[in-house]
């Protein structure tokens, strides 16, 4: 099992944690809806969506917002995660990583050389 550093998980669970509480209530389309061209819809009914997210080195996705989220990293890659207040942070993301945090918007950049994959479920 891949870990993060601490250092990195710090870092993220401030953004996460100063994300959810200051844009809770901005408004941003969801990921498959503001960039559908890196978001499939696998599943959506009345509990759950479940997304795939393919984002190629050197690409970013537009602002959006996802709900409680869990997601598994099926393909990591170095990730830039910005906030739209202008917080970031950097991490090398390994294949197999798994997280969850509570409802955010947020943009990603795949710093990386390899494509990152990622299945996100979030919970409607």
């Known amino acids: 099992m891949s870990f993060l550093s601490p250092v990195w998980k710090t870092g993220l669970c401030l953004l996460l ?3 959810a509480k200051a844009y809770a209530h901005e408004q941003h389309e969801p990921g498959h809806i503001a960039s559908p061209e890196m ?5 959506e009914n009345d509990r759950a969506l479940v997304l795939k997210m393919v984002l190629k080195p050197g690409e970013s996705d537009a602002f959006h917002r996802h709900n409680n989220e ?9 990730l830039k995660i910005e906030t739209p207040g202008g917080e970031s942070v950097v991490a090398d993301v390994p294949d ?8 955010w918007t947020h943009r990603v950049t795949n710093l990386g050389k390899r494509t990152a994959i990622a299945i996100i479920v979030e919970e409607k």
């Open 17 to 19: 944690a100063a994300s």
């Open 39 to 43: 978001y499939e819809v696998l599943l």
């Open 70 to 78: 869990t997601v598994y990293f099926e393909q990591g890659s170095k």
């Open 96 to 103: 197999g990583h798994v997280m969850w945090h509570e409802a």
